[in-house]
Structures are given as structure tokens and as C-alpha cells.
């Protein structure tokens, strides 16, 4: 009988409690529920509220500053972290600097133009209805706040997967969704423009309702290099001029 590589069995991962708590309250800022300068509950409401220990938050807590996401204010308590004000510029450059950005946009590229070819050829009237709903949600919702629509736009990617008829590229996608929540969502709303992003998706609804795969494919591509050009111009001023800009939205 043959024996099964050991070099093919990957650990398991051991969560811990301040892990899991450090993920949902990620995911509140992430959605956009909690925003920049909005001041977390105390450790004991906290604590209270999700059933777990005040040393349990402190670890999550610790665990979103090294992240980036919060901020702590001495006796004031922590804070969503604004990278606009004074103090937290660092912490944007450091998570635009990780080279698992330029692996992410690596897999993008390969995953979504498969997959809006794919979508090119099978997508219905009622998606691409849906698509523009969406779309003209997110608008209304940066009218009101310019903060929240960001975790949005990435709907309009999975509803074009969604629209290839693929299982697969629709599970590898949301794996890719989660990736990009975490690590460059956050700072979206700092170094992007809403009103380019709205524009952009609508262009890329467009192309794929004209039903043209080679079309839409060149559509996306240009808009994942779009997207990836947010990053380097804004590493790029910073490193020219030693201080970093902020979009106008």
C-alpha cells in the first residue's frame, strides 16, 4: 500500500478565542458597521456582549492595532483607526508595502478574467439587473458616507463569477474576497475615488451585457491594473515626497 506524503498534509490551524473575537470585530470595520474614528465599547461591554473574557478583547484588540484598524487613546479607549490623521500614515504604508498585495492581484487576474469570459457568454437580463441595483446602492450609500460602499464594490466581482456558471471559480473567488476584506478594503476609502470606482463597475455591467468575452475580458483586465496603480502611485508619492496623500472623494 502506498504511503502518503507527509510534505502533502498541511497543520491545522488552532484558533484562539481572541482570534475569533479579533475577526468579528474586523469584520464590523471591514462592513463598513463600524468607521474611522468611531470609538469602540469598553473592554467589559464588550466582554459582556460577546460572552468572553476582558483579557480575551485586549488580545483582539492588540491583534486589529498591529493590523492597523484600531487605535489606541490612553484613558479615551481604542478607536477605528483613520489613516488620514496625524500619527497613522505608517501603519497604511506598511500593509500597501506587503508584497502579498502583488500575489493577490496576481490571482485576481487569473481568476476574474476566466471567469468574465465565461460570464460574457452565459449572463442573463435579471443578473445584470442586479448588478446595476447593486451598483446604484453602493452610490446612494457614498453619497451618505464616503466609507462604506468599499466591501460593496467587491459584490459586483463575485455577482460576475457568480454569472460564469462555475462553482469552483465562485468558491476560489470568495476565498480571494476574503483576502482582499481583510488586507486592502480597509485602506480603499484612503488612497481611492468612489466616483472613479462607481464609473468604473459600470463599464465593466456594460461590457459584459454587449455578451463579448474578448471584450470583457480586456475590460477587467484594465480595471484590475487600475485598481493595482491605487497602490503603487500612492507608494510611489510617499517615497518622492515623504508624506502621503489622500484621495479627494
Not at 65 to 70: E, N, P, W
Not at 139 to 161: G, M, T
Not at 164 to 189: D, G, H, T
Not at 200 to 222: F, K, S, T, W, Y
Request: aromatic share 4%; net charge negative; proline share 4%.
Amino acid at each position: 500500500m502506498a504511503k502518503i506524503a507527509l510534505d502533502l498534509i498541511t497543520p491545522v490551524r488552532i484558533q484562539s478565542v481572541s482570534d475569533k473575537v479579533a475577526e468579528r470585530l474586523e469584520k464590523l470595520i471591514l462592513d463598513g458597521l463600524l468607521s474611522p474614528g468611531d470609538q469602540l465599547p469598553s473592554e467589559a461591554e464588550l466582554a459582556s456582549a460577546l460572552h468572553v473574557g476582558r483579557s480575551t478583547v485586549r488580545e483582539a484588540k492588540q491583534i486589529l492595532m498591529t493590523k492597523g484598524l484600531l487605535i489606541a487613546r490612553g484613558r479615551a479607549g481604542a478607536f477605528v483607526a483613520d489613516p488620514t490623521a496625524s500619527g497613522e500614515f505608517d501603519a497604511v504604508l506598511r500593509a500597501l508595502r506587503d508584497p502579498s498585495h502583488e500575489e493577490v492581484h496576481e490571482v485576481r487576474r487569473i481568476v476574474e478574467l476566466a471567469a468574465c469570459q465565461l460570464a460574457a457568454e452565459s449572463v442573463t437580463r435579471r443578473e445584470i439587473k442586479r448588478m446595476r441595483t447593486n451598483l446604484e446602492h453602493i452610490e446612494s450609500q457614498a453619497k451618505a458616507n464616503a466609507a462604506l460602499p468599499w466591501p460593496r464594490f467587491l459584490e459586483i466581482h463575485f455577482l460576475i463569477v457568480q454569472a460564469a456558471r462555475n462553482r469552483l471559480l465562485s468558491s476560489i473567488y470568495e476565498l480571494i474576497m476574503q483576502v482582499l476584506k481583510r488586507n486592502q478594503v480597509p485602506f480603499l476609502p484612503f488612497i481611492a475615488n468612489w466616483q472613479e470606482e462607481v464609473e468604473e463597475h459600470r463599464q465593466l455591467i456594460d461590457v459584459l451585457e454587449r455578451g463579448e468575452p474578448e471584450a470583457m475580458a480586456n475590460e477587467m483586465a484594465r480595471h484590475l491594473e487600475h485598481s493595482e496603480k491605487y497602490r503603487t502611485d500612492l507608494l510611489e508619492y510617499q517615497a518622492r515626497n515623504g508624506s502621503i496623500m489622500r484621495s479627494d472623494h
